[in-house]
């Protein structure tokens, strides 16, 4: 009852923090990656800040998978969906980093990590401690297919686009060019764009609040920091392509 009680309590709270961040960021934009800048406080290299402030996510659905009282095909499934994505993002992609000596503001790394363990928790209490059914036959549900096949792709995109933005500069240069391929002939963000599909099938696939907990939230703190990169290239590159929106194509 107890797990059960803060479960709902840290769900509405992931909904209410999407709303506040979102308004938030579309006049304030995070100080990290062209955006830092100093009166954050201190500051420590983007490459650890990654690590840290995403770990969270990585171990807490772990031990909620660990303790689980049931386990089903769909079930291993999901765990290995999400750790596919957050092994990437903690240790893959700061090893990758160009730029990674920058600093990071620890206000923020602090604030991510409440974020990626509550939201570990509400997904992981939702998966594996709530009794829920996900039988085997959860397996040709059109909800788990459609919602697999995009975690996928939103996966593939975000990591392609990665990779491309990555390969703009030498191991030392920190000057900005335009990206070009892939996503990127619609949409100036187009790495957000694919974690925003991506979490938007693990919601699918997992026909949970839990799971659209976090497309929410993750729309929420992606969309404006993309509208301000599109603002930005726009206003720095007299050639850049017009016909480009910020994040979702053809609409925004």
Known sequence: MILQH?????????FSAAAITFVSLMFVRAPYGRYTRNGWGPMVRARVAWIVMEAPAVFVILIFYSTG????????????????????????YPLLMRGARKGFPVALILMA?????ANGFVNGYHLFHAENAYPVSWLVDPRFLIGVFLFFWGMYVHIRCDHILRNLRGPEDTDYRIPYGSMYRFVSAPNYFGEIVQWCGWALATWSLAGLSFAVFTAANLIPRALSHHKWY??????YPKNRKAVLPFVM
């Open 69 to 92: 009282t049931s386990m089903t095909t769909p079930l291993t499934i999901f765990i290995l969906l999400w750790q596919t994505h957050y092994v990437y993002r903690t240790f893959i």
């Open 234 to 239: 726009a206003r720095t590159f007299p050639e």
């Open 113 to 117: 990590m409440v974020f990626n363990g």
């Open 6 to 14: 803060a479960y709902r309590i840290v769900l509405i709270t992931i």
